[in-house]
Nanobody
C-alpha cells in the first residue's frame, strides 16, 4: 500500500476557494498519473482532474475547467487542487488516487483505473 493523505477540505461559501493537498509516501515521478476525484452523497465517484507524474500533462472534467487547477510538487511528493469559484454542487468528499501504468487520457477519467486511494477530505460549499 502507498499511503496517500488528503488535506485542505472544509466549509466555504459559494464563490470561495479551497486548496486541497495530497501527500504521497513516494515521489510523484514514480506514478504515471495522480488524480483527484469527488463523490457526493448518493452519487458515483467522478474524476475532477489529473496530472501525469513525468511531464505534468493535466486533464480536467468539464465542470472543473476554468475554476480548478491541479499541480504537483515533485520535491514534496505532493499534488494540489486549487479550487476557485466554488459552487454548492462541488460539495463532496474529495479523494486523490495514483496510477502506476501508462494509459489513455480517456481511461484516466475512470476511478477503477487507479491503484491506490487516500481516505478523502470533505468539501462543503454552503452559505
Amino acid at each position: 500500500q502507498v499511503p496517500l493523505v488528503e488535506s485542505g477540505g472544509g466549509l466555504v461559501e459559494p464563490g470561495g476557494s479551497l486548496r486541497l493537498s495530497c501527500e504521497a509516501s513516494k515521489s510523484t515521478l514514480d506514478y504515471y498519473a495522480i488524480g483527484w476525484f469527488h463523490q457526493a452523497p448518493g452519487k458515483e465517484r467522478e474524476g475532477v482532474a489529473c496530472i501525469t507524474g513525468r511531464d505534468g500533462t493535466t486533464y480536467y472534467a468539464e465542470s472543473a475547467k476554468g475554476r480548478f487547477t491541479i499541480s504537483r510538487d515533485n520535491a514534496e511528493n505532493a499534488v494540489y487542487l486549487q479550487m476557485n469559484s466554488l459552487k454548492t454542487e462541488d460539495t463532496a468528499i474529495y479523494y486523490c488516487a495514483v496510477r502506476r501504468a501508462p494509459t489513455t487520457a480517456t481511461m484516466l477519467r475512470l476511478p477503477d483505473q487507479y491503484d491506490y486511494w487516500g481516505q478523502g477530505t470533505q468539501v462543503t460549499v454552503s452559505s
